[in-house]
């Protein structure tokens, strides 16, 4: 870390003595319970705002991304930070910029359905939720409504859309995401993945709301 960068985080370690309040720190060190008593580091003092540095605006209801103070110092991208229920991931943490974090509103397990095999006559090939493959368990995240929804095959009068969503989840080495692949989150929900972007801030998914 080069000295400006570290005189930069030693400012925002000290506006979050004043403005902030404790977060726990968590860093994850498996695709399983990220923010497990275990995974604790440090207790640091942070806070945050809607990508707004002056703190004249206050969070919107559909925009997850905020700004972080706190000692950037202690944390990485990929950390978490817990107060309660106020739970962020850090996203990005760039040189000479504001430390990005993801605000979360869910937990969420990423699984992957069993995929057939052989030729011939087979058995059921639908998912089946007993066969699939765990990927990530109880990762806190952020699961917003989309802006759109699908119709059912149906199309009946009385059908509603099937719901879109956007996910932000950080990314872990060595899990590789993709379409097809589903995520329950802690209401019961399941989502199964159309799309999956892997950016510098983690991974970007849009999900369509499975029907049970």
Same mark, same amino acid.
Not at 61 to 79: F, H, N, Q, S
Not at 103 to 124: E, F, L, M
Not at 125 to 134: L, P
């Given at each position: 870390?080069? #000295? ?12 979050? %003595? ?5 977060? &726990?720190?968590?860093?994850? +060190? ?16 942070? #806070? ?10 206050? *969070? ?7 700004? !972080?103070? +706190?000692?950037?110092?202690? +944390? ?7 107060? *309660?229920?106020? @739970? ?15 605000? !979360? ?17 087979? *058995?059921?090939?639908? #998912?089946? @939720? ?10 806190? !995240? ?25 996910? %932000? ?9 993709? #379409?097809?692949?589903?995520?329950? &989150? ?25 029907? +049970?």
């Amino acid at each position: 870390m080069n #000295s400006v960068q570290e005189k930069l985080y030693k400012g925002y370690a000290k506006a979050a %003595l004043k403005l902030g309040q404790q977060y &726990d720190l968590y860093r994850p +060190t498996a695709a399983d319970y990220p923010v497990a008593p275990a995974q604790l580091v440090a207790t640091v003092m942070a #806070s945050f705002n809607p990508q707004d540095m002056k703190y004249g605006s206050a *969070g919107d209801y559909a925009k997850p991304g905020w700004y !972080c103070l +706190t000692d950037g110092r202690l +944390t990485k991208v990929g950390d978490y930070l817990v107060n *309660g229920a106020e @739970v962020y991931f850090i996203a990005a943490q760039q040189l000479a910029l504001p430390i990005d974090a993801v605000r !979360c509103n869910r937990v969420a397990t990423v699984t992957r359905p069993k995929q057939q095999s052989g030729a011939g006559a087979q *058995g059921y090939g639908g #998912s089946v @939720v007993a066969d699939e493959v765990a990927l990530m368990t109880q990762w806190p !995240c952020s699961i917003l409504q989309g802006t759109k929804g699908e119709k059912t095959e149906a199309n009946l009068p009385a059908d509603i859309r099937s719901p879109w969503w956007a996910i %932000l989840l950080p990314a872990w080495p060595g899990v590789v995401l993709r #379409s097809t692949d589903v995520i329950t &989150d802690d209401l019961g929900r399941r989502y199964t993945v159309s799309s999956a972007e892997l950016t510098d801030r983690g991974w970007r998914l849009t999900a369509m709301q499975a029907q +049970t």
